[in-house]
């Protein structure tokens, strides 16, 4: 039961590097999102996925891109890193965009850019 | 706009107390879901419980209950006969459809640390 992975697990990046931070999950699910998670607060939308091809902007999207090729895939891409990206990083994935779906978390990314 | 409050920062306890987190939320829809996720010092979130804005019934699962009352606009989670491994961040999450109305968004609390003391 793998169900959401992330890699990598931990990253340190100088500012003005680019990254990618790889999610898959083996559900068979057609939504995925993004969220942050600065200290001390709680989770933020960064971007979400209805299913493959189809992306669109969450709450804090400046600074990172997404594309979604494939319904396993959700990569998100940091262009030019900056200090204030610094956080840690969920995956998330669903079986439905219903208010009721339970939303199954990765384990996250601690990116830290210096 | 959504917003969940957990004024409750962190909470110590020691081992085999009841506690109890804290959980208020703001919005204008009227059908709406709330979760609980716990947060363990190995950084991931666990689902730990939902409920509709329809159905006002407190749940009790073990030592754990949950205590919904639409009026005051709570969904409060109690711990009872706390134990070591209860010790993680516990946050509160309010489910509601994005403005696109293709997904729904989890917006979450700022998240209370509970630490049980042996």
């Known amino acids: 039961n793998a169900g959401v992975t992330q890699t990598p697990k931990f990253r340190i990046l100088k500012i003005g590097q680019s990254m990618t931070l790889q999610c898959t999950q083996d559900m068979n699910h057609n939504y995925m999102y993004w969220y942050r998670q600065d200290p001390g607060m709680g989770l933020k939308l960064i971007y979400y996925s209805v299913g493959a091809g189809i992306t669109d902007k969450g709450e804090v999207p400046n600074g990172y891109n997404v594309s979604r090729s494939t319904t396993e895939d959700f990569p998100l891409r940091l262009e030019l890193a900056a200090p204030s990206q610094t956080s840690v990083y969920f995956c998330?994935?669903?079986?439905?965009?219903?208010?009721?779906?339970?939303?199954?978390f990765g384990q996250g990314t601690r990116l830290t850019v210096v | 706009a959504q917003k969940v409050t957990q004024a409750q920062t962190e909470i110590s306890v020691v081992e085999k107390e009841d506690v109890t987190l804290d959980c208020v939320y703001e919005t204008r829809d009227t059908t709406y879901y709330l979760f609980w996720y716990k947060q363990p010092p190995s950084g991931e979130l666990v689902f730990l419980i939902r409920?509709?804005?329809?159905?006002?019934q407190n749940e009790i699962s073990g030592r754990y209950s949950w205590n919904f009352q639409k009026s005051t606009s709570s969904f409060n989670f109690t711990i009872t006969a706390s134990q070591v491994v209860d010790s993680a961040v516990y946050f509160c999450?309010?489910?509601?459809?994005?403005?696109?109305?293709?997904?729904?968004?989890?917006?979450f609390g700022s998240g209370t640390q509970l630490t049980v003391l042996p």
């Open positions: 998330a994935s669903s079986y439905s965009g219903t208010v009721s779906a339970e939303a199954f």
């Open positions: 409920r509709n804005s329809f159905d006002e």
């Open positions: 999450a309010l489910s509601e459809f994005l403005s696109s109305g293709s997904a729904r968004q989890l917006t």
